[in-house]
């Protein structure tokens, strides 16, 4: 029965909530230099994707940036590259050895957006850049701040659900009280739910329970923080 706790236990850390993350940092190079850290995979799709959007709207703010001091888009996306984060390095390498050969950058924009949907600001600037000749600079700055509205609907967004998330760690740690309080009496798990098999069965199914509560949940809450589409 003690595997089934350290089971339970295990559980519970993996599906642990992520924190909410801190506060907007800063744009520019001091930010695009700084490293994303080594987050689980699974949990990418949070805190991780916060801070991509948030260093793609720092590239955004450079190159807007180096196009007024008067660079050409060549230019100003080879400067930006050299200090842009290893996430967008790849892309704007493309960009500029499309640039240079003549072609129209927005293309590669849209098609590395259709894999990465932060992209999408900063793919349609492009593409209005290029399509009607709307100058490019404001247009980089326009998709720095859709970003980072986007940063911080997503921040807002993870700290309404911030007590949702506690009340489900609350409730998969409550049944441990249990445990403690036999510790407490010197019996051991074994002792406390495998002494008959009514209290055995009733642990297993609350194992069962804990689990599919777990999935309910963490399905409401996604549920409920989707993006809606509006006719």
């Known amino acids: 029965m003690t595997l089934a706790v350290v089971g339970l236990v295990l559980a519970a850390v993996l599906v642990w909530p992520g924190q909410v993350?801190?506060?907007?940092?800063?744009?520019?190079?001091?930010?695009?230099?700084?490293?994303?850290?080594?987050w689980v995979p699974w949990r990418r799709s949070g805190d991780g994707r916060v801070q991509d959007l948030?260093?793609?709207?720092g590239v955004a703010d450079l190159l807007a940036m180096a196009l007024r001091s008067g660079a050409t888009p060549v230019a100003a996306v080879e400067v930006v590259s050299r200090e842009a984060p290893r996430a967008w390095r790849g892309v704007l390498a493309e960009v500029r050895d499309e640039?240079?050969?003549g072609g129209a950058a927005g293309a590669v924009w849209r098609r590395h957006a259709a894999?990465?949907?932060?992209?999408?600001?900063?793919?349609?600037?492009w593409a209005l850049s290029e399509d009607l000749g709307v100058a490019l600079a404001p247009s980089m700055t326009t998709s720095a701040q859709v970003l980072r509205a986007r940063v911080q609907a997503r921040r807002?967004?993870?700290?309404?659900?911030?007590?949702?998330r506690a009340t489900m760690r609350m409730?998969?740690?409550?049944?441990?009280?249990?445990l403690l309080a036999g510790f407490a009496f010197g019996l051991t798990p074994?002792?406390?739910?495998?002494h008959s098999v009514v209290t055995l069965t009733c642990a297993v199914v609350g194992l069962v329970l804990t689990a599919v509560g777990w999935l309910v949940c963490r399905w409401v809450l996604a549920r409920a923080v989707a993006p809606k589409e509006h006719p």
């Open 54 to 57: 948030e260093s793609l709207a």
């Open 115 to 125: 894999h990465r949907p932060e992209l999408g600001a900063v793919a349609g600037a």
């Open 99 to 101: 640039l240079a050969a």
């Open 190 to 194: 074994w002792e406390v739910y495998g």
């Open 156 to 164: 807002r967004l993870e700290a309404s659900t911030a007590g949702a």
């Open 21 to 38: 993350p801190g506060g907007l940092r800063r744009s520019g190079p001091a930010a695009l230099t700084s490293r994303v850290p080594a």
């Open 171 to 178: 409730l998969t740690l409550l049944p441990l009280v249990g």
